[in-house]
Every structure is written in structure tokens, then in C-alpha cells.
């Protein structure tokens, strides 16, 4: 089967990712919050975004290595983290840490995964990432940072854009029950989907095994007030600072909208800042992540890392927020619509997929390099006067 004529988009890889995971886990994946207006401003705001061709440039050989906390990557995008990746697809996590390392990408494992870091660490490669939702009792924060190190994540990133559990809307009506268990409207779902039920048989049902660790009280499938609630508290900034003394490698912000948020945080010796709103999943009446980059970029200056995520749907996006200042883009819904759709050859192929897309806007752009995309941008879009 040629991957490249059946699956040329993500939009295609999510079709049939829709097919193969039980409607269920599929809304848990796919759905915002509220009315999901900033999932679509997202994707809104990224439209908006317009790059300006060249002509008359040659051939080009194109180069999309980049740098990042002194680390050189072959591409300018890794894999986000999402939390029961194993509930969306089978053993999800060893899956997508497996093919990151053979990308050269980092992968970012969740506290609230449903495996343990020692679980991954014999496929994670060189360029784990540990997100962490921060307990409130320092000494399991301790033990967490002790395992997550030793597992060989070797990036802390801190997520500060979940205060408090959302609502989920959707998720609710989709079926997702507290507490949580399979009642007979999910099995009806899971017995259409073969290649998901065999696959968690064999697996065993998704747990967050990490959490379980600690708190002794989670079972099952995850809701709307899963039980990392239990252990999370929200952090201010006497935390971040302790954090940031308590982890000797690369330091990340995750939930940044503010510039003035920014600036804050440079400022406490956070290594870089990642824009994001939560994929539409926590507050509805967020901007898009997108058009709060130039504002970002400006304060913290042109060589302080930023990350970006929200929207992503292709190689061009990938561009548009490297051309409007990002130095990098993470990926977590696009990731496990592949592999939903192609099981373990899912994620190889989304990598191939984004590498040629950028590769063939690159070529339009007339750009050889990923710094020359900050000299294509036109935003927001609008005509040009002759």
C-alpha cells in the first residue's frame, strides 16, 4: 500500500482514525471545550497567515534542521504531549516515543500518561520531554523529577494553563462516565472497532500508571475530574522558581498567552516559553495561539526559544509559525489521528508527510533555510498595494 496516495493529509489520517477508535475515545481526542470557538480559532487564525512566494530562485536544497537548548534537530517539530495517549490507541506512548527516536524529534511524555517513564525509557532516544502537571506535595514533585530523570527526560516542561478541570462538553456527552467505567453504550462502541479492542486486550486497559504510583486511586478510563486532579495543585510563582532550582536541564512554560507572561519568565531563568491555549480544551475565549506569537516574540527578543502548538494541520502551518517567530512547533491530536489510522506505522508516516510538505512550501517560498521564513511573512492577510 503506497501511504502517499491514500493519506496525503492529516485530514485524511483523522477520517480513518474516526473509523478505527470507538466514538467515545474519539471525542475525547477531537473535542474543545464550551462551544470549541477557540479550536476553530485556531485553525481560523493560522488561515490567516500568508507567506510570500519568490520567483526566479533556482533550484534549492532545502534545510530543515534547527536548534533548540543546544541540540541540533532534522526537523523543526516533535510530538506534544497528550494525556491517556494509550487510550486512544493502544500502547500509544512506546508507539510515538519509538518513532520520535528514529525521527531525531523530541517526544513529550504526560504525567498523566498511561505509561510510567521507566515504562518508555527503552525506546525514548535522545530528546525526551517530561510534561508535568505539578503535584501539590513536594515530596512526590520530588520523586516524580528523580524517575522522570533517571528514566532519561532530559526537558522539564511545566504545564500552567490547567488551574482547574473544563468541562469538556462533548467529551461528556460522548459517554465518558465518573466513575469511570466501561458501561454497555461504550462496549457497543468498542466491539465496532476491532483493531482498538484486540489491541487493548493485549495491552490491558489504559490506566494513568504514573499517577497510579502515588495516589493508589486511579482505575480505568479517564473523565472530565480524573484523578490527577487529585494531585494537582495550581502554581504560582514561589513554585515556578523552586522548579526551575530542583531541575539541572532545559526548562519549558507551557500555557503561555501573555507577553508580559513572557518577559516574567525569562526573567526567573525559564529556558523557553511554549504558546499554547490547550488545544481549545480548557478556556473557550482564548486567542489563538498564532496570533499571540508576534507579541511573545517581540518582548523575550529574537533569540529566546519559543515553542508553539494549536491548529496544526500541515507543513505550511508548521511555516507560518516559524516565519512569524516560533523556533518550534509541537504536534499532539495530528500524532494520534496517525495513529489511529495506521497503528504503528502511523507516526513514521506523518513525519514523512509534514517533512515533504514543508519541503515543497519551502521550495515556493524560495527559501532554503528556516531562518529566511521571517522575511516571506504577511500578516494579517491582506492585499498588498501595487
Not at 194 to 212: E, K, N, S, Y
Not at 223 to 250: C, E, I, K, M, V
Not at 354 to 372: F, I, R, S, V
Amino acid at each position: 500500500m503506497d501511504l502517499f496516495q491514500r493519506y496525503p493529509a492529516i485530514s485524511d489520517l483523522r477520517t480513518r482514525a474516526r473509523r478505527r477508535i470507538p466514538h467515545f475515545v474519539w471525542e475525547y481526542l477531537d473535542s474543545g471545550t464550551g462551544n470549541e470557538a477557540t479550536l476553530v480559532r485556531n485553525r481560523t487564525e493560522l488561515d490567516r497567515v500568508l507567506l510570500r512566494p519568490s520567483i526566479l530562485h533556482g533550484e534549492l536544497e532545502v534545510d530543515l534542521s534547527t536548534k533548540l537548548f543546544g541540540q541540533t534537530h532534522p526537523l523543526p517539530f516533535g510530538i506534544a504531549p497528550v494525556g491517556m495517549s494509550g487510550l486512544i490507541w493502544p500502547d500509544a506512548e512506546r508507539l510515538l516515543a519509538r518513532a520520535a527516536a528514529q525521527a531525531g524529534i523530541p517526544y513529550s511524555l504526560s504525567t498523566v500518561a498511561s505509561r510510567t517513564p521507566e515504562e518508555v525509557a527503552p525506546v525514548l532516544g535522545d530528546h525526551g520531554w517530561f510534561q508535568l502537571y505539578p503535584p501539590r506535595d513536594l515530596s512526590i514533585l520530588d520523586g516524580m523529577l528523580a524517575r522522570a530523570r533517571a528514566a532519561g527526560f532530559e526537558t522539564l516542561v511545566l504545564t500552567v494553563d490547567v488551574p482547574v478541570a473544563s468541562r469538556r462538553e462533548r467529551q461528556t456527552r460522548g459517554g465518558l462516565v465518573q466513575p469511570p467505567r466501561l458501561t454497555p453504550r461504550l462496549m457497543a462502541q468498542v466491539a465496532r472497532c476491532p483493531a482498538w479492542a484486540l489491541g487493548t486486550l493485549q495491552h490491558g486497559m489504559p490506566r494513568m500508571r504514573f499517577i497510579d504510583s502515588y495516589s493508589g486511586e486511579t482505575k480505568g478510563l479517564p473523565s472530565n475530574a480524573h484523578a490527577g486532579y487529585l494531585l494537582r495543585t495550581s502554581p504560582d510563582w514561589n513554585y515556578l522558581h523552586s522548579l526551575r532550582d530542583a531541575w539541572d536541564g532545559p526548562f519549558i512554560v507551557k500555557g503561555v498567552l501573555r507577553a508580559e507572561d513572557a518577559i516574567k519568565l525569562k526573567d526567573a531563568g525559564v529556558d523557553g516559553v511554549w504558546i499554547s491555549n490547550h488545544a481549545g480544551r480548557q478556556f473557550d475565549a482564548a486567542p489563538a495561539t498564532i496570533e499571540t506569537l508576534p507579541a511573545v516574540r517581540q518582548a523575550v527578543g529574537q533569540d529566546y526559544p519559543i515553542i508553539l502548538d494549536g491548529g496544526v494541520e500541515g507543513g505550511l502551518d508548521i511555516l507560518r509559525a516559524l516565519a512569524l517567530g516560533a523556533d518550534f512547533v509541537m504536534l499532539g491530536r495530528a500524532f494520534h489521528y496517525a495513529l489511529g489510522a495506521l497503528g504503528a506505522e502511523g507516526p513514521a508516516h506523518l513525519v514523512d508527510m509534514l517533512t515533504q510538505d514543508m519541503a515543497a512550501n519551502m521550495g515556493q517560498l524560495g527559501t532554503a533555510t528556516l531562518p529566511e521564513l521571517r522575511d516571506t511573512v504577511i500578516t494579517p492577510a491582506k492585499s498588498e498595494t501595487p
